[in-house]
C-alpha cells in the first residue's frame, strides 16, 4: 500500500480505510453510470481533507475497484411489492416483477437483453435473421443442461417459443410474438423461427420476461437452465432459490436468494433500511428523502419509459373532439409534474410513448409541447367544451396527483375536470379502453417499435386511444424491415410525430424505475425494462 | 339437555355456513372482471380471455360452478387455485398454522393479561389505578392498529434496531429467534385486543356488584377482594367469555392490516389476494374456515357462559 501511494503521489482507493470506501463507494453507486460530478468531489473532499486531484484518482481508482471481478458467497433476501396466491413459474403466464425475478433466477432466455436493450447470447450462441428478416436462425449452446441434469436441446426451445401461438395459447405476450408463424427445429441444436412479415427486432423481443425457456413438455415447474435452482416455492409467501453449481456460465454468485412480497409501500421502506431485506422494488416519491437519508441503503433511480398518461378514447365524446385532446394535452404543467410531483426521478413526456430510455428511437428533434394555459383555454373553447370526466386509479406513480393538479390548473382557465378515482382492482377490464378518459400506463417493451404497435397500430388489440391512422400500421411494418439507421430513424421519428399531434394520448411524464438495495450489494445490471436493472440481478449481483 | 342444545346449535352453524357459502359466491361474481381477466389484466384480449376460461371451467354457468364447488367440498377437496394452479390445500396449509400460532401466542397473553387487569381495575373503581387503566385502554381502543404498527416499527426496528421490521419466517429459525420475528406483530395484537377485553371485563364485574345479593354480601361483612373473585366473577363471566370468543375469532380472520404491515403470511391476507384475484375456490375455502371458526367460538362462549351460571339452564 505504502509504496503503491509513492509511485502515483496520490492516495488510490485501496489506501481508504473501509469506512472512506464506503464513502467512495456510495458516491459513485449513486451516479450509476455517469460521471461523478463537482459536488461528489467537494462532498469526499469535505469528509476525509483530500484535495480535488486526489478526490478524482479516489474516484477513478475507486470505479476500477468496483468493477474487480465479483466475490462468491453470501445470500440476500428480496422483497417485490407485489405477491399473491397468483404468484407464476410458468413463463408465458409472467406478469408481475416478482415473477420475472423468480425467472431469471431459475431460466435462461435466447437472447438477454444489454444495458442500452442490444440483444446479447445466452441459450443461443448466435442468432442471424435472413436479409429480409423474414426468417430468423439461431444457433443453440451444446454445454447446456437442465437443473435435472438432462442436456438442453433444440426441443426445449421449440416448445417453449410455440406456447406463445395458436389459439388454445393464453400467454402474455402472445400479440407481441405474433409475427412468428412457426418455430422449426433444424438439428439438434439449431431452430429457425418463420415469420409471416418481416421483424429486424425479434431477437431483442426474445429477451422479454415471458420468452423464457422451460424443459420440452413442463408447464414452468421450477426446472429450468438459470444461474440458481428452486430449493422452496410457495405462491404468495416466498421462494428460497440455491445457486446452481452446474451453471453453464460463470454467474451465481450468491449461495442463495430468498424471494418474498411485501404490499405494504411503508413496512417495504422500513424492511430494508431496518437491515431486514436487502433489496426491495418499488419506492415511491414520498419516502425517496427517507431512503436517501439512511445510510445503509442507496436508492436505484433508472431513466424507463413508464408512461404517467391518460388515455383519451378518440371514437366517443368528447375525445372525439380533436380540440379537446389538445387542450388536455396543453393543460400539464410538465415541468411541475417531473420536479415536484415525481421529486426529479422522472423525465418530461411529450404526448408519445417512446422515451429517451429507448435509446436511438426516440425522436429528440419533435418539439417538446410547453405547459399553456392560454391554448388550453383556446382549445377548450374551440372544442366548446367546458367540463369532462376523467377516471383515476393508482396505475403509474404519480397519475393521482398529475390529476389533480391538471384540475388545479384546468380551474384556472374555467374548466371544470371532475376527477373520479377508482380502485386498481379490476381496474384494466372494467374502466380502460372503456371510460372515455382514463389513466394508464404501460410496461417499456424493449423495442419502440414493440411500444408503438401495441397501442397505436391500427385496429391494433389494445389501442387504447382508438386511434387508427393507416400511415402509422404503415411505417410500424416498414421500419422494421429498414436496415438502414438513417432512414431508420426518420420513419422512427415520423410515427412519433404522427402520434404526438393526433392520437388521443396525453403522456406529460414518463416515471423513473425507483428501488432500494443495500450498499455492500454490486454488480446491479441497469436494464430499463424493469424493477432493479429490468429484474436481471439475479444472475450478476455479489456482496462487497 | 345441554347435548340437545349443542347439536342444535351445532346443525343451524352447518345451515349458516352453507348461506355463508352462497353469499361470498354471489359477492365476488358481481365485482367487475372475472379471474381470467385479472390474470390477463391489461394484456388480455378477447381471444386469450376465451381461451383461459375454458382452461379454468369459469366459462361455465354460475350455478354449476357452484354446485361443482360444493360437491367437492363435501368430500373434502378444496379444489385449485384458479389463479394460480397451486391446490388451495396447498395454499391454506401453512397459513392456516402461521394464523393458528399468531392467534395462540397473543390469547395466551392476552386474555390472562385483560382479565387480570380488568379484574384489578373493578376491585378499585374509582382509583388513580383504575383510572390510569381506563384512560390507557380508551385511548388504545381509538387508535387504529396500523397506527400502532407502524409507530412500533419506526422506533424498535428503524430507530433502535432491536426487532426485525417483519414478521419474516425462514422456516428454520430457532424458538428464540421464531419469537423475535414475531415481537413485534405480537405486541401490536396484544395492546389492541387487550383493551377491549380489559373494559368489558371491569364493566362486567361493576355491573354485577350494583346486584341486590353483592349489596347483601357487603352489609354481612364479606371482604371486596372476596366478593369478587368468589360472587361477582363468575356471575360475569358470560359477557366477557363472549368477548374473548369474538376477540379470538378477530385473531384468526381479521388481522389482514398487521399482517399486511409486517409482511406475515397468514389467513387473513390469503382471502384478500383471493378475493383480488377473483379466485372463487380460494375465496370460499378461506371463508368456510373464518365463519367456522366464529360457529365454533361463539358455540363454546355460550356453553361456558351456561355452565357458568346455572339459571340459564332453565327454559323460562
Not at chain 1, 420475472?100 to 440483444?119: C, F, I, K, M
Not at chain 2, 354446485?67 to 397459513?95: E, F, Q, V, Y
Given at each position: 500500500?505504502k509504496d503503491?501511494?509513492?509511485?502515483?503521489g496520490?492516495?488510490?482507493?485501496s489506501d481508504l480505510?473501509?469506512h472512506h470506501q464506503?464513502l467512495?463507494?456510495?458516491?459513485l453507486r449513486?451516479?450509476r453510470?455517469?460521471?461523478?460530478?463537482r459536488?461528489d468531489a467537494?462532498?469526499?473532499?469535505?469528509a476525509t481533507g483530500?484535495t480535488?486531484a486526489?478526490?478524482?484518482n479516489?474516484f477513478?481508482?475507486?470505479?476500477?475497484a468496483?468493477a474487480?471481478?465479483p466475490?462468491?458467497?453470501g445470500?440476500?433476501?428480496?422483497?417485490?411489492s407485489?405477491?399473491?396466491?397468483d404468484d407464476?413459474?410458468?413463463?408465458?403466464k409472467?406478469t408481475?416483477?416478482?415473477d420475472?425475478t423468480r425467472g431469471?433466477?431459475?431460466?435462461?432466455?435466447?437472447v438477454?437483453?444489454?444495458n442500452d436493450l442490444?440483444?446479447?447470447p445466452?441459450?443461443a450462441?448466435?442468432f442471424e435473421?435472413?436479409?429480409d428478416a423474414t426468417e430468423w436462425?439461431?444457433?443453440?449452446?451444446k454445454?447446456?443442461?437442465?437443473h435435472?441434469?438432462?442436456p438442453?436441446?433444440?426441443?426445449d426451445?421449440?416448445y417453449?417459443?410455440?406456447?406463445?401461438?395458436?389459439?388454445?395459447s393464453?400467454?402474455?405476450?402472445k400479440?407481441?410474438?405474433?409475427s412468428?408463424d412457426?418455430?422449426?427445429?433444424?438439428?439438434?441444436?439449431?431452430?429457425?423461427?418463420?415469420?409471416?412479415?418481416?421483424?429486424?427486432?425479434?431477437a431483442?423481443?426474445?429477451?422479454?420476461?415471458?420468452n423464457?425457456?422451460v424443459?420440452?413438455?413442463t408447464?414452468?415447474d421450477g426446472?429450468?437452465t438459470g444461474?440458481y435452482?428452486?430449493?422452496?416455492?410457495?405462491p404468495?409467501?416466498?421462494s428460497?432459490?440455491?445457486r446452481?453449481?452446474?451453471?453453464?456460465?460463470?454467474g451465481?454468485n450468491l449461495d442463495?436468494?430468498e424471494?418474498?412480497?411485501?404490499?405494504?409501500?411503508?413496512?417495504?421502506?422500513?424492511?430494508v433500511?431496518a437491515?431486514?431485506?436487502d433489496?426491495?422494488?418499488?419506492?415511491?416519491?414520498?419516502?425517496?428523502r427517507q431512503?436517501?437519508?439512511a445510510?445503509?441503503v442507496?436508492l436505484?433511480s433508472?431513466?424507463?419509459?413508464l408512461?404517467v398518461?391518460i388515455?383519451i378514447?378518440?371514437n366517443?365524446a368528447?375525445g372525439?373532439n380533436?380540440?379537446?385532446?389538445?387542450?388536455?394535452?396543453?393543460i400539464q404543467d410538465?415541468e411541475?409534474i417531473?420536479?415536484?410531483?415525481?421529486k426529479g426521478k422522472?423525465?418530461?413526456?411529450?404526448?408519445?410513448?417512446?422515451s429517451?430510455?429507448?435509446g436511438t428511437d426516440?425522436?429528440?428533434?419533435l418539439?417538446?409541447?410547453?405547459f399553456?394555459?392560454?391554448?388550453?383555454?383556446?382549445?377548450f373553447?374551440k372544442a366548446?367544451?367546458s367540463?369532462?370526466e376523467?377516471?383515476v386509479?393508482?396505475?403509474a406513480p404519480?397519475?393521482?396527483?398529475?390529476?389533480?393538479l391538471?384540475q388545479?390548473?384546468a380551474a384556472?382557465i374555467?374548466f371544470?375536470?371532475k376527477?373520479?378515482?377508482?380502485p386498481?382492482?379490476?381496474y384494466?377490464?372494467?374502466?380502460?379502453?372503456?371510460?372515455p378518459?382514463?389513466a394508464?400506463t404501460?410496461n417499456?417493451r424493449?423495442t419502440a417499435?414493440s411500444?408503438m404497435?401495441?397501442?397505436f397500430?391500427?385496429?391494433a388489440?389494445w389501442?387504447d386511444?382508438?386511434?387508427n391512422?393507416?400511415r402509422?400500421?404503415?411505417?410500424?411494418s416498414?421500419?422494421l424491415a429498414?436496415?438502414?439507421s438513417?432512414?431508420?430513424?426518420a420513419?422512427y421519428c415520423e410515427?412519433q410525430?404522427?402520434?404526438?399531434e393526433?392520437?388521443?394520448?396525453?403522456?406529460?411524464?414518463?416515471?423513473n424505475?425507483?428501488?432500494?438495495v443495500?450498499?455492500n450489494?454490486m454488480?446491479i445490471?441497469?436494464?430499463?425494462?424493469?424493477q432493479?436493472?429490468?429484474c436481471?440481478w439475479?444472475?450478476f449481483?455479489w456482496?462487497? | 339437555?345441554?347435548?340437545?342444545?349443542?347439536?342444535?346449535?351445532?346443525g343451524?352453524?352447518f345451515?349458516m355456513?352453507?348461506v355463508?357459502?352462497?353469499?361470498v359466491?354471489?359477492g365476488?361474481?358481481?365485482l367487475?372482471?372475472?379471474?381470467?381477466?385479472?390474470?390477463l389484466?391489461?394484456s388480455a384480449?378477447?381471444?386469450?380471455?376465451?381461451?383461459?376460461?375454458?382452461?379454468?371451467?369459469?366459462?361455465?354457468?354460475?350455478?354449476i360452478?357452484?354446485?361443482?364447488?360444493l360437491g367437492n367440498m363435501?368430500?373434502?377437496?378444496?379444489g385449485i387455485s384458479?389463479a394460480g394452479?397451486?391446490?388451495?390445500?396447498?395454499?391454506i396449509?401453512?397459513r392456516?398454522?402461521?394464523t393458528m400460532?399468531m392467534?395462540g401466542?397473543?390469547?395466551?397473553?392476552?386474555i390472562p393479561?385483560?382479565?387480570?387487569?380488568?379484574?384489578?381495575?373493578?376491585m378499585?373503581p374509582?382509583?388513580?389505578l383504575?383510572?390510569?387503566i381506563t384512560f390507557c385502554t380508551?385511548?388504545?381502543?381509538s387508535?387504529?392498529e396500523?397506527?400502532?404498527?407502524?409507530?412500533?416499527?419506526?422506533v424498535?426496528?428503524v430507530?433502535?434496531?432491536?426487532l426485525p421490521?417483519t414478521a419474516?419466517?425462514?422456516?428454520d429459525?430457532?424458538?428464540?429467534?421464531?419469537?423475535k420475528?414475531?415481537?413485534?406483530p405480537?405486541?401490536?395484537?396484544v395492546i389492541?385486543?387487550?383493551a377491549?377485553?380489559i373494559r368489558?371485563t371491569?364493566a362486567?364485574i361493576?355491573?354485577?356488584?350494583?346486584?341486590?345479593?353483592i349489596?347483601?354480601a357487603?352489609?354481612?361483612?364479606?371482604?371486596r377482594?372476596?366478593?369478587i373473585?368468589r360472587?361477582a366473577f363468575f356471575?360475569?363471566?358470560?359477557?366477557?367469555?363472549?368477548v374473548i370468543?369474538?376477540?379470538?375469532?378477530?385473531?384468526?380472520?381479521?388481522?389482514v392490516?398487521?399482517?399486511?404491515i409486517?409482511?406475515?403470511?397468514?389467513?387473513?391476507k390469503l382471502?384478500?389476494?383471493?378475493?383480488q384475484t377473483?379466485?372463487l375456490?380460494l375465496?370460499?375455502a378461506?371463508?368456510?374456515?373464518?365463519?367456522g371458526?366464529?360457529v365454533a367460538l361463539?358455540l363454546?362462549?355460550d356453553?361456558?357462559?351456561?355452565?357458568s351460571?346455572?339459571r340459564?339452564?332453565?327454559?323460562?
Amino acid at each position: 500500500m505504502k509504496d503503491k501511494k509513492s509511485v502515483s503521489g496520490e492516495l488510490g482507493f485501496s489506501d481508504l480505510d473501509s469506512h472512506h470506501q464506503a464513502l467512495v463507494e456510495k458516491i459513485l453507486r449513486k451516479k450509476r453510470g455517469g460521471d461523478y460530478s463537482r459536488r461528489d468531489a467537494l462532498k469526499l473532499m469535505m469528509a476525509t481533507g483530500v484535495t480535488a486531484a486526489t478526490a478524482s484518482n479516489l474516484f477513478v481508482t475507486g470505479g476500477q475497484a468496483m468493477a474487480q471481478t465479483p466475490k462468491k458467497g453470501g445470500s440476500v433476501r428480496f422483497a417485490s411489492s407485489l405477491h399473491g396466491p397468483d404468484d407464476q413459474l410458468d413463463p408465458p403466464k409472467f406478469t408481475s416483477t416478482i415473477d420475472y425475478t423468480r425467472g431469471r433466477a431459475t431460466y435462461n432466455s435466447l437472447v438477454q437483453h444489454a444495458n442500452d436493450l442490444t440483444p446479447q447470447p445466452e441459450l443461443a450462441e448466435s442468432f442471424e435473421p435472413n436479409a429480409d428478416a423474414t426468417e430468423w436462425t439461431f444457433k443453440l449452446r451444446k454445454d447446456v443442461t437442465w437443473h435435472d441434469g438432462s442436456p438442453f436441446t433444440a426441443d426445449d426451445v421449440v416448445y417453449s417459443m410455440s406456447r406463445h401461438q395458436g389459439e388454445d395459447s393464453t400467454s402474455v405476450i402472445k400479440s407481441v410474438m405474433a409475427s412468428v408463424d412457426e418455430w422449426k427445429k433444424v438439428g439438434p441444436h439449431e431452430v429457425k423461427a418463420i415469420l409471416n412479415t418481416p421483424n429486424a427486432d425479434l431477437a431483442v423481443l426474445l429477451g422479454m420476461f415471458q420468452n423464457k425457456v422451460v424443459k420440452d413438455g413442463t408447464t414452468g415447474d421450477g426446472i429450468g437452465t438459470g444461474p440458481y435452482t428452486m430449493e422452496s416455492f410457495e405462491p404468495g409467501v416466498k421462494s428460497v432459490h440455491k445457486r446452481n453449481e452446474n451453471y453453464w456460465r460463470d454467474g451465481s454468485n450468491l449461495d442463495a436468494i430468498e424471494i418474498t412480497g411485501i404490499t405494504d409501500p411503508v413496512a417495504r421502506v422500513n424492511a430494508v433500511i431496518a437491515g431486514d431485506m436487502d433489496l426491495v422494488s418499488l419506492i415511491e416519491p414520498k419516502a425517496f428523502r427517507q431512503v436517501e437519508a439512511a445510510g445503509n441503503v442507496t436508492l436505484l433511480s433508472a431513466p424507463a419509459a413508464l408512461q404517467v398518461g391518460i388515455c383519451i378514447l378518440l371514437n366517443t365524446a368528447p375525445g372525439n373532439n380533436p380540440d379537446f385532446v389538445k387542450g388536455m394535452q396543453f393543460i400539464q404543467d410538465r415541468e411541475r409534474i417531473v420536479n415536484k410531483l415525481l421529486k426529479g426521478k422522472g423525465t418530461i413526456g411529450n404526448d408519445t410513448p417512446i422515451s429517451v430510455a429507448h435509446g436511438t428511437d426516440f425522436c429528440s428533434e419533435l418539439p417538446q409541447r410547453e405547459f399553456d394555459p392560454d391554448k388550453a383555454k383556446f382549445h377548450f373553447k374551440k372544442a366548446g367544451i367546458s367540463t369532462a370526466e376523467l377516471f383515476v386509479a393508482p396505475v403509474a406513480p404519480g397519475i393521482e396527483d398529475v390529476s389533480l393538479l391538471a384540475q388545479a390548473n384546468a380551474a384556472k382557465i374555467g374548466f371544470d375536470l371532475k376527477i373520479k378515482k377508482v380502485p386498481t382492482d379490476g381496474y384494466w377490464g372494467a374502466v380502460w379502453m372503456k371510460e372515455p378518459m382514463n389513466a394508464v400506463t404501460w410496461n417499456m417493451r424493449p423495442t419502440a417499435n414493440s411500444q408503438m404497435a401495441i397501442q397505436f397500430a391500427p385496429g391494433a388489440e389494445w389501442n387504447d386511444t382508438y386511434w387508427n391512422n393507416d400511415r402509422m400500421g404503415e411505417l410500424l411494418s416498414l421500419s422494421l424491415a429498414e436496415t438502414d439507421s438513417d432512414k431508420r430513424h426518420a420513419m422512427y421519428c415520423e410515427m412519433q410525430t404522427l402520434i404526438h399531434e393526433g392520437s388521443g394520448m396525453v403522456i406529460p411524464a414518463f416515471s423513473n424505475i425507483n428501488d432500494a438495495v443495500a450498499n455492500n450489494i454490486m454488480g446491479i445490471p441497469k436494464v430499463p425494462l424493469g424493477q432493479i436493472g429490468g429484474c436481471e440481478w439475479p444472475e450478476f449481483i455479489w456482496l462487497a | 339437555m345441554m347435548a340437545q342444545m349443542v347439536l342444535r346449535r351445532l346443525g343451524i352453524g352447518f345451515i349458516m355456513l352453507i348461506v355463508v357459502s352462497i353469499i361470498v359466491f354471489i359477492g365476488t361474481s358481481i365485482l367487475p372482471g372475472d379471474v381470467a381477466q385479472i390474470i390477463l389484466g391489461q394484456s388480455a384480449t378477447p381471444e386469450t380471455l376465451a381461451a383461459l376460461r375454458a382452461q379454468l371451467g369459469t366459462d361455465q354457468p354460475l350455478y354449476i360452478q357452484y354446485l361443482s364447488w360444493l360437491g367437492n367440498m363435501m368430500t373434502g377437496d378444496l379444489g385449485i387455485s384458479k389463479a394460480g394452479g397451486a391446490t388451495i390445500a396447498s395454499l391454506i396449509g401453512g397459513r392456516l398454522g402461521n394464523t393458528m400460532m399468531m392467534a395462540g401466542i397473543v390469547s395466551a397473553i392476552a386474555i390472562p393479561l385483560s382479565v387480570a387487569l380488568g379484574l384489578w381495575a373493578a376491585m378499585h373503581p374509582g382509583t388513580w389505578l383504575d383510572r390510569i387503566i381506563t384512560f390507557c385502554t380508551l385511548s388504545l381502543i381509538s387508535v387504529p392498529e396500523f397506527f400502532i404498527a407502524t409507530i412500533l416499527v419506526l422506533v424498535l426496528a428503524v430507530e433502535l434496531h432491536w426487532l426485525p421490521s417483519t414478521a419474516y419466517l425462514s422456516g428454520d429459525e430457532t424458538f428464540w429467534q421464531l419469537m423475535k420475528s414475531l415481537a413485534m406483530p405480537l405486541i401490536t395484537l396484544v395492546i389492541v385486543v387487550s383493551a377491549q377485553m380489559i373494559r368489558m371485563t371491569r364493566a362486567g364485574i361493576l355491573n354485577v356488584m350494583s346486584s341486590p345479593y353483592i349489596e347483601m354480601a357487603i352489609l354481612k361483612g364479606v371482604p371486596r377482594r372476596r366478593i369478587i373473585l368468589r360472587h361477582a366473577f363468575f356471575n360475569a363471566i358470560g359477557p366477557i367469555v363472549n368477548v374473548i370468543a369474538l376477540n379470538l375469532a378477530y385473531l384468526v380472520s381479521g388481522v389482514v392490516i398487521v399482517e399486511t404491515i409486517f409482511a406475515y403470511p397468514g389467513l387473513a391476507k390469503l382471502m384478500i389476494d383471493g378475493v383480488q384475484t377473483r379466485d372463487l375456490p380460494l375465496v370460499q375455502a378461506c371463508a368456510m374456515i373464518f365463519s367456522g371458526t366464529y360457529v365454533a367460538l361463539i358455540l363454546v362462549a355460550d356453553v361456558a357462559s351456561i355452565l357458568s351460571n346455572p339459571r340459564l339452564r332453565q327454559p323460562k
